[in-house]
């Protein structure tokens, strides 16, 4: 990930379009895109890309994903009440950008997921509805049945924090989590919801929440079908799942299981969903949380 950080850094376009066209669309692109995505100063000059490249679909992948991201910077994670009127134009303005230019790409590029993952999140933030949302989804998994990062952004947009429910975000994410191949990364929407749920708990009641027998039976029940399966293999992503398996072990007291998680991450912590404790120190509380489990 770093080289094509680098390369977007430095608006190297040629080094970036290289990295890109090496892991195609069958092999979960998603993550590199958005590594470039995330890039501050992308905007600045993927345009010249896109018009250097007129009938090519990627630079406007680039172009369309950065929008997304340079949308949601605008936004900011506040909640709702905290972000200003202006900061809710920039934002939207920058989302329906970023769709014009997704659809495109989706036109040019039928059999691409990656616009759809896209599509997903602009959805959430200019709230297209729940059909609308809905269908996205739908046309991501045609392409890609098991893809993560699709599901990632389904579970994200049925919690309950972005008007779905509890109820509805469980179901999802266990249906999805043992629908999916033995050993899939999928698992982690099941660890993924009960975060999710825990967060959205007052102090007292997020940890009794996370005790309950019927949340560890679960998350137990997905990690065997997933991380802790024989047929687990390290796809792109496979750092983040077991980090999240991890963290939810740790917070239920289940240090067998935690410590487990932690030894097949090799040391390696991701940003979330530690990012959750600690003030915000995704390392400090990986360190943490891995000592009291025994490693």
């Not at 905007?43 to 340079?70: D, F, T, Y």
């Not at 933030?125 to 893809?147: C, K, N, S, Y």
Request: proline share 4%; net charge neutral; glycine share 8%.
């Amino acid at each position: 990930m770093p080289r094509i950080e680098e390369a977007a850094k430095a608006a190297d376009w040629a080094a970036v379009r290289e990295l890109l066209e090496a892991r195609p669309e069958s092999e979960d692109r998603v993550g590199l895109l958005w590594a470039v995505a995330e890039t501050a100063g992308v905007e600045k000059w993927i345009g010249r890309a896109v018009e250097a490249e007129p009938h090519s679909a990627l630079p406007l992948l680039v172009a369309g994903a950065r929008h997304v991201c340079w949308g949601w910077e605008a936004r900011t994670g506040a909640r709702a009440q905290h972000v200003s009127r202006e900061q809710f134009a920039t934002f939207h303005d920058r989302l329906r950008t970023a769709e014009k230019w997704l659809y495109e790409v989706a036109e040019r590029e039928p059999g691409w997921t990656s616009p759809w993952y896209a599509l997903q999140a602009t959805g959430r933030g200019l709230q297209v509805g729940r059909t609308t949302a809905r269908r996205r989804f739908e046309a991501a998994v045609r392409r890609d049945p098991h893809h993560l990062g699709v599901h990632q952004q389904r579970l994200q947009q049925i919690c309950r924090k972005w008007g779905g429910s509890h109820e509805e975000m469980h179901a999802f994410a266990r249906q999805a989590a043992l629908g999916a191949p033995a050993g899939s990364l999928l698992g982690q929407l099941v660890a993924i919801a009960h975060l999710e749920h825990w967060l959205d708990l007052d102090s007292g009641e997020d940890a009794a929440y996370l005790r309950r027998p019927e949340v560890l039976k679960s998350l137990r029940e997905a990690a065997d079908r997933s991380v802790l399966h024989p047929e687990f293999v390290r796809r792109p992503g496979w750092v983040q799942v077991l980090n999240t398996f991890a963290m939810a072990f740790s917070l239920t007291g289940d240090k067998a299981l935690a410590r487990a998680c932690f030894e097949a991450t090799e040391g390696k912590a991701s940003e979330f969903p530690w990012y959750y404790l600690d003030g915000g120190d995704p390392i400090a509380a990986y360190r943490k949380h891995r000592t009291a489990a025994g490693r």
